[in-house]
T-cell receptor
Framework: ETGVTQSPTHLIKTRGQQVTLRCSSQ?????VSWYQQALGQGPQFIFQ???????GRGNFPPRFSGLQFPNYSSELNVNALELDDSALYLC??????????????FGPGTRLTVL | AQSVTQLGSHVSVSEGALVLLRCNYS??????LFWYVQYPNQGLQLLLK??????LVKGINGFEAEFKKSETSFHLTKPSAHMSDAAEYFC??????????FGSGTRLLVRP
């Protein structure tokens, strides 16, 4: 049990729609990262937020965006959904400013299916 | 750019046998290395991490890993497999800033 929660657990959308995924970090964790895990693959880094500012971004298009709120919650928004967006989306929180030795604590994920 | 290679997408062992999951990394800077485990329909749980202290790192559930710079490896071992160890295991490297770069994972099967 990491103390990181995500909602919803599962979601089905159709191509072209928009989706919002939510994450609640551990209390006191100022950094949240989002990852996309396609079936049979390792997680891929989408972006990271530190104290409500984007702190770094992976190789994902701008239709992937995020928000982080002062109450340790965060959102991942994906516009214009494509079939390839079907994946497990994981959020992870960490206590520091995303420095590389910090342990990231992962939530259980949201499984998104795009039809 | 950093990368991680996990040799063997599936590894099968008998209960009580040695577990060896292989991980090789590529990094232009001193790496920080992690092993995570993922049980079905769950998120990732940290097993252990190497952050440039001792090269032999002990983790949870009896797992350990040894950092070998000359071989650019960070293999995960456990002396005696248990049925509850069946899961997917991911090796990851952290670059000099903030993100984790994961390998493609190794699914461990434990035979009774």
């Amino acid at each position: 049990e990491t103390g990181v929660t995500q909602s919803p657990t599962h979601l089905i959308k159709t191509r072209g729609q928009q989706v919002t995924l939510r994450c609640s970090s551990q209390s006191g964790h100022n950094t949240v990262s989002w990852y996309q895990q396609a079936l049979g693959q390792g997680p891929q880094f989408i972006f990271q937020y530190y104290r409500e500012e984007e702190n770094g971004r992976g190789n994902f298009p701008p239709r992937f965006s995020g928000l982080q709120f002062p109450n340790y919650s965060s959102e991942l928004n994906v516009n214009a959904l494509e079939l390839d967006d079907s994946a497990l989306y994981l959020c992870a929180s960490s206590p520091g400013q995303g420095i590389s030795t910090d342990t990231q604590y992962f939530g259980p994920g949201t499984r998104l299916t795009v039809l | 750019a950093q990368s991680v290679t996990q040799l063997g997408s599936h590894v099968s062992v008998s209960e009580g046998a040695l577990v060896l999951l292989r991980c090789n990394y590529s990094s232009s800077v001193p790496p920080y290395l992690f092993w995570y485990v993922q049980y079905p329909n769950q998120g990732l749980q940290l097993l252990l991490k190497y952050t440039s202290a001792a090269t032999l790192v002990k983790g949870i559930n009896g797992f350990e890993a040894e950092f070998k710079k000359s071989e650019t490896s960070f293999h995960l071992t456990k002396p005696s497999a248990h049925m509850s160890d069946a899961a997917e295991y991911f090796c990851a490297v952290s670059d000099s800033s903030y993100k984790l770069i994961f390998g493609s994972g190794t699914r461990l099967l434990v035979r009774p």
